[in-house]
């Protein structure tokens, strides 16, 4: 459990750098979607085929939530990247960080874990948070299309942990070297039927495309799709919440980006609820679990 929680939070202070990479990359967001899942999918089937488990799928129940989750990671990185473009890396980011939220209102029921009451009060500063943020964004420029982007992003995103964590049987190295792979062919098509393959990468683009496919992707997806099964959904999605911190950080010290005072309330609430939800909630979880006379679990 312990590794697990090292490889989940390593992974996503990774992905928190994604949004700022991508910005010294001259491509559409489409494009860089594209060569990212390329470059991070054959990256790890490399390295799936040198390693020693190379069995087969036997489940098809699994492989069919592995596909849909592959489906919609591919999705939620399209949505996610065309928001960069509309609305910033750091306001983009905290959006798509409201599918978190969509996890944890969900798992009671598909995962069958715990609700304590302590965490709705963190899961609706998350959501007055995101409402700030975004409605600020439509006010001050109307770019409807830049926040439904983010939402949707969202929305794909709790798809793709909701059924990453249902294909049980599918883990490690294989989980995410398909999952990566289903979501390439997602983006390839789609981006072949838009504009066709024709990408015109220039020499200034090509380090950090690589950074961004190998590192950002195929490392960054390893440690987190090898973890998030082992947890607990409703850890995955409050843990997240490091990966916005990081983008938001570093895009107002690195970018330059502005964030006006009612978006500045938006993140502390956000991030704020979701640490919250995450320590208090689970503290009161823990002290409700009945422990016999002997010291375990009843």
Do not use: H
């Not at 994604?18 to 990212?36: H, K, P, Q, T």
């Not at 980011?93 to 939220?101: A, E, F, H, K, R």
């Not at 049980?168 to 997602?186: C, E, P, R, W, Y």
């Not at 640490?275 to 010291?295: L, M, T």
């Amino acid at each position: 459990m312990a590794l697990s929680y090292f490889k989940y939070v390593f992974s996503v202070l990774i992905f928190g750098f994604n949004g700022i990479v991508a910005r010294y990359i001259d491509m559409n967001s489409y494009e860089i979607v594209f060569m990212r899942a390329m470059i991070g999918g054959i990256f790890l089937l490399v390295v799936y085929l040198f390693s020693k488990d190379r069995t087969g799928i036997t489940n098809k129940k699994d492989f069919f939530c592995l596909l849909i989750s592959g489906i919609s990671m591919g999705a939620s990185w399209m949505f996610l990247y065309e928001a960069y473009d509309r609305i910033g890396v750091s306001l983009a980011t905290l959006t798509y960080y409201g599918g978190p939220v969509i996890v944890i209102a969900l798992s009671p029921w598909l995962f069958k874990e715990k609700f304590v009451w302590l965490k709705v009060l963190g899961f609706v500063a998350v959501i007055i948070g995101i409402f700030l943020i975004n409605g600020n964004i439509v006010i001050a420029n109307g770019d409807f299309f830049g926040v439904f982007c983010g939402i949707m992003s969202a929305i794909t995103y709790s798809m793709m942990v909701i059924f990453n964590k249902k294909a049980k049987s599918i883990v490690g190295l294989k989980n995410s070297t398909l999952q990566l792979l289903i979501a390439f062919v997602l983006v390839a098509l789609f981006v072949g039927f838009k504009q066709g393959f024709s990408i015109n990468l220039t020499a200034t683009s090509i380090v950090p495309i690589l950074f961004l496919g190998i590192l950002n992707t195929g490392v960054g997806c390893y440690l987190y799709f090898s973890s998030i099964g082992k947890l607990p959904s409703q850890t995955v999605a409050i843990c997240g919440y490091v990966e916005p911190l990081i983008s938001v950080v570093c895009s107002v010290i690195l970018l330059s980006e502005i964030m006006t005072p009612l978006q500045i309330v938006g993140a502390i609430l956000v991030l704020g609820g979701a640490v919250y939800a995450e320590i208090i909630g689970n503290r009161r979880s823990r002290e409700k679990i009945p422990i016999k006379e002997d010291g375990n679990v009843q």
